[in-house]
Nanobody
Framework: QVQLVESGGGLVQAGGSLRLSCYVSGSIFSLNTMGWYRQVPGKQRELVATVSRGGRTDYADSVKGRFTISRDNAKNTVYLQMNSLEPEDTADYYC????????????WGQGTQVTVSS
């Protein structure tokens, strides 16, 4: 059974940086595309960035050039490096993964809070 555990959230000033980590309990090789989503209370969860099993990355327009997603299979971990943070980036950030084993099955972490002060 795969579990995703996020860490690295916190409070940072605008212009600062944070790195989020998503540790995969289980085999990361049982997963296809992994990604980070974020959600503000009262709004829909939105996609931030994804990384495929082969390392291809994709980003929401709002974070391009500022955020970098990466995948370290040896450490069973996916990272989200967030630079030049803006107050609009304040949200709960969630790690997501698609199963390679069971078609259509996805996993979610419990979330980590990011607050950017102006």
């Amino acid at each position: 059974q795969v579990q995703l555990v996020e860490s690295g959230g916190g409070l940072v000033q605008a212009g600062g940086s944070l790195r989020l980590s998503c540790y995969v309990s289980g085999s990361i090789f049982s997963l296809n595309t992994m990604g980070w989503y974020r959600q503000v209370p009262g709004k829909q969860r939105e996609l931030v960035a994804t990384v495929s099993r082969g390392g291809r990355t994709d980003y929401a327009d709002s974070v391009k050039g500022r955020f970098t997603i990466s995948r370290d299979n040896a450490k069973n971990t996916v990272y989200l490096q967030m630079n030049s943070l803006e107050p609009e980036d304040t949200a709960d950030y969630y790690c997501n993964a698609e199963s390679r084993v069971t078609f259509g099955k996805t996993y979610w972490g419990q979330g980590t809070q990011v607050t950017v002060s102006s």
